[in-house]
């Protein structure tokens, strides 16, 4: 909970309109103040119970559809046009930490004082000219576990995607080289295939021709999996002398079976070509969303729960990244529970 997940892309929450997302459980309400800054508010009124965001824009203040009780910024009710206009001391609604980075509207949902800290650094992003980047979001059905598996076993590559991103079967054998810190898990692949990569192949001096390609991902909590992936021919074996693509994965739980699932790639090949990049991001929805998405949903279909571990999955050496990724995750949330719950304690006893 004590954690930043991204709550809209930024070009979601435009003028003066009110975006409405459910995040956590928790119905939630973004809009701009006439500044730009972006502002998040439990999107459901203390009275009644209407969603805020049915509602009319006063200034930078909402006032509620249903009975016109009007909320700043802060979620501090301002006017009360009934009776006498007394403003109860219950009267205001609970207002979330954001901040705007890397082309996404971050939303923080816990109790302790939001950390910036916490965010990690994803830069890369925003270097480069505006006609490399592109974004893009989907609905899953799912847990959002299930869809921070299938990005961090890449081997399913090999098995459920087309052309243009099929490592022809050189992914499977391969046991990726794990890194582990505290609050990451990070696995790298390297392999050779011919002819290379679809989405690379035409940029690189032999399209035909072998090439030497990698996989450099890394996950960190809750849910963001930055995944960088070039392929090159010739010499050097580094990301700044090849043809490839930084992107980020990044998960938000609405409930415990439903997830937003953002995407976001840039690329140092075709850089200025506007009409490529609304290509390549159709081509790269469309790829997650008729070929992963379908069986993620499947999957948990089938599964009935949300947790992996109780039916005893049979695990392989492709899973050693997801595995200890949701380890990893498992205890996380052990430790912010449990430090919950000692906050709780103490605040029984005094």
Known sequence: MNAWYVGAIATEVEGEAFFHRKILDTSVMFYRKQDGSVVALHDRCPHRFAPLSLGKRVGDEVSCLYHALRFDADGQCTHNPHGTGHIPKAARVRSFPVQEQYGFIWIWMGDEPADRALLPDFSPLMEGHPNAIAYTYMAMKSNYELIIDNVMDLSHIDHVHGEIITTRGQLSPIVPTIQETARTISAQWAWKQTPPIGIFAPFLPEP???????????????????????????????????????????????????????????????????????????????????????????????????????????????????????????????????????????????
């Open 208 to 350: 035909k021709e072998e090439a030497r390609h990698f996989f450099d991902i890394t996950w960190s909590p809750p849910a963001n999996i930055q995944l960088t992936v070039w392929a090159l021919q010739g010499e050097g074996d580094g990301y700044d002398e090849s043809i490839g693509q930084y992107d980020l994965h990044t998960c938000t739980p609405a409930d415990e079976f439903h997830t937003h699932y953002f995407f976001v790639t840039r690329r140092n090949h075709v850089v200025e070509d506007g009409e490529f990049n609304a290509i390549k991001i159709k081509a790269m929805h469309d790829a997650f969303h008729d070929e992963d998405g379908p069986l993620i949903q499947a999957v948990q279909d089938e599964m009935g729960t949300s947790d992996f571990f109780s039916l005893n999955p049979v695990l392989m050496s492709n899973d050693i990244a997801a595995v200890k990724v949701r380890k990893l995750l498992q205890k996380l949330i052990r430790d912010e529970q449990s430090a919950d719950a000692v906050t709780e304690q103490r605040s029984a006893a005094e």
